[in-house]
């Protein structure tokens, strides 16, 4: 069984920061890519930032330079700082994570629950 538990919504002022994090557990033997995607309500779920292992990142065009995403491997944790926050940026924000699994062959991909993320003044 894998988990992922994202933490750190909250209600922000607009311009205010905010981390959110990920952490990944149950039977892992290793974690590949880690992505962040946001989903506003009543739109789609859309690509927010990804990190590789290898420390490659990868961001979405419309929080580039705004947001950071960070990994550590020893602790299968991800997060995602958020500075210079806009309404825009509300929406619901979900951890996503290629695994390979104890006792398997193949990588599966699990989603979290997500973490609400309010801009608003």
């Known amino acids: 069984q894998v988990q992922l538990v994202e933490s750190g919504g909250a209600l922000v002022q607009p311009g205010e920061s905010l981390a959110l994090s990920c952490e990944a557990s149950?039977?892992?033997?290793?974690?590949?890519?880690m992505s962040w995607y946001r989903q506003p309500t009543g739109g789609q779920r859309t690509f927010v930032a990804a990190?590789?292992?290898?420390?490659?990142?990868n961001y979405a065009d419309t929080i580039k330079g705004r947001f950071t995403i960070f990994r550590d491997d020893a602790k299968n944790t991800m997060s995602l700082q958020m500075n210079n926050l806009e309404p825009e940026d509300t929406a619901i924000y979900f951890c996503?994570?290629?695994?390979?699994?104890?006792?398997?062959?193949?990588?599966?991909?699990?989603w979290g629950q997500g973490t609400q993320v309010t801009v608003s003044s």
């Open positions: 996503n994570a290629y695994i390979r699994r104890a006792n398997s062959s193949t990588i599966r991909m699990y």
């Open positions: 990190v590789f292992p290898d420390g490659r990142t």
């Open positions: 149950g039977d892992i033997v290793r974690v590949e890519l």
